[in-house]
């Protein structure tokens, strides 16, 4: 009798529909307004140059970490390749689970990351991409080609962590939808 009555109001809540509170986005950003169109979908091309930003910013930041030392020994070595995974890791993950949704190559480029239902991506489906991306960079980049060729331009990272890359619209172009 007195674990039914301990468990009833558990019943009770768990019977009730969960919600999800608003994710923060781009000020002129809105994610609630799916079914995403096609052409919302960022190209190919924009998601290589906004890789290439990033790249370059990485390349910067491991090089004044002293990546680039010939007389590096093995340890030193090791440290460094830790760094870069590190770095690379947290630079992507932060950067796309924040209330901006891109990285610094991504807000040049004017594109965002969501998840599938165009929300904000918490931290660790951000990270999941994150380390998804080495499956996308094995085999010749493949992975990465694979946004050339899907139906909504995603990579290989962006099918394992349920994400989809974006063009950010603007509230201007959403009144003239209306």
């Not at 986005?25 to 190919?44: N, R, V």
């Amino acid at each position: 009798m007195a674990v039914a009555a301990i468990l009833q109001p558990v019943a009770a809540v768990s019977a009730q529909p969960a919600t999800l509170p608003p994710a923060a986005t781009w000020p002129d950003f809105d994610g609630s307004g799916l079914p995403i169109a096609t052409e919302d979908y960022a190209s190919f091309g924009e998601r290589f140059v906004a890789l290439v930003i990033d790249w370059i910013i990485l390349a910067v930041v491991v090089y004044a970490a002293g990546g680039s030392s010939e007389e590096a020994d093995a340890t030193v070595g090791g440290i460094l390749v830790l760094l870069g995974i590190v770095s690379t890791w947290l630079y992507f993950a932060i950067q796309e689970s924040s209330n901006r949704q891109a990285t610094i190559g991504k807000r040049a480029m004017k594109i965002v990351v969501t998840d599938e239902q165009g929300r904000r991506l918490s931290f660790a489906r951000a990270t999941g991409r994150a380390f998804s991306r080495m499956l996308s960079g094995l085999f010749f980049f493949l992975g990465y080609l694979l946004a050339a060729f899907t139906a909504r331009k995603q990579a290989l990272h962006d099918l394992i962590a349920g994400t989809l890359v974006l063009r950010r619209r603007i509230q201007s172009e959403e009144s003239a939808r209306c």
